[in-house]
T-cell receptor, first 111, second 115 residues
């Protein structure tokens, strides 16, 4: 079983829809990251959070430490949001901050 | 402020050869981490360097090595290349060590193809 599971693997939405991507993890963590990767390959860090909720523009990220679960929400989705969204956790165990990645969620927003 | 730069951007090598990839972090950043991304395995952590010292290494064979220079620039080396080493290699820089949870900034990656 993967230590970081994302769902769904693929997601197609119409422009304007509200989108939710989920991430569950099984290890103890010190932080969780949401990353965005566009088709060209470049990765942008969207959020880093260890508790609660963060908002940046149309993006909202939440984390529930007790349930070991995080969600990334996109409000009023737009075709430029089309990308792969990757959840990564920072394991606070013996690995000194090693990042463990989910397999990613490929989002396609149609106009 | 310039972002993280990686050179070369694309590389084609033959099995058995070795390769060196370079990463220049954002000015002032002292931590550099390397990642491998393949379609099958996704993103995997290779190693982290901070102040010229390797702090952590992922589950990769000894053919994968790296180093960091006093100006924080980092190189990674893969010896005796195998077909399975074909991947996008990404580096990321951060102000401090990874376990201090500063934000990471990723470079554009080097796409390595092994034939």
């Amino acid at each position: 079983k993967n230590e970081v599971e994302q769902s769904p693997q693929n997601l197609t939405a119409q422009e304007g829809e509200f989108i939710t991507i989920n991430c569950s993890y099984s290890v103890g963590i010190s932080a969780l990251h949401w990353l965005q990767q566009h088709p060209g390959g470049g990765i942008v860090s969207l959020f880093m959070l260890s508790s609660g909720k963060k908002k940046h523009g149309r993006l909202i990220a939440t984390i529930n430490i007790q349930e070991k679960h995080s969600s990334l929400h996109i409000t009023a989705s737009h075709p430029r949001d089309s990308a792969v969204y990757i959840c990564a956790v920072r394991d606070y165990g013996g690995s000194q901050g090693n990042l463990i990645f989910g397999k990613g969620t490929k989002l396609s927003v149609k106009p | 402020k310039a972002g993280v730069t990686q050179t070369p951007r694309y590389l084609i090598k033959t099995r058995g050869q070795q390769v060196t990839l370079s990463c220049s972090p954002i000015s002032g950043h002292r931590s550099v981490s390397w990642y491998q991304q393949t379609p099958g395995q996704g993103l995997q952590f290779l190693f982290e360097y901070f102040s010229e010292t390797q702090r952590n290494k992922g589950n990769f064979p000894g053919r994968f090595s790296g180093r960091q220079f006093s100006n924080s620039r980092s190189e990674m080396n893969v010896s005796t290349l195998e077909l399975g080493d074909s991947a996008l290699y990404l580096c990321a820089s951060s102000l401090a060590e990874l376990d201090r949870n500063y934000e990471q900034y990723f470079g554009p990656g080097t796409r390595l193809t092994v034939t």
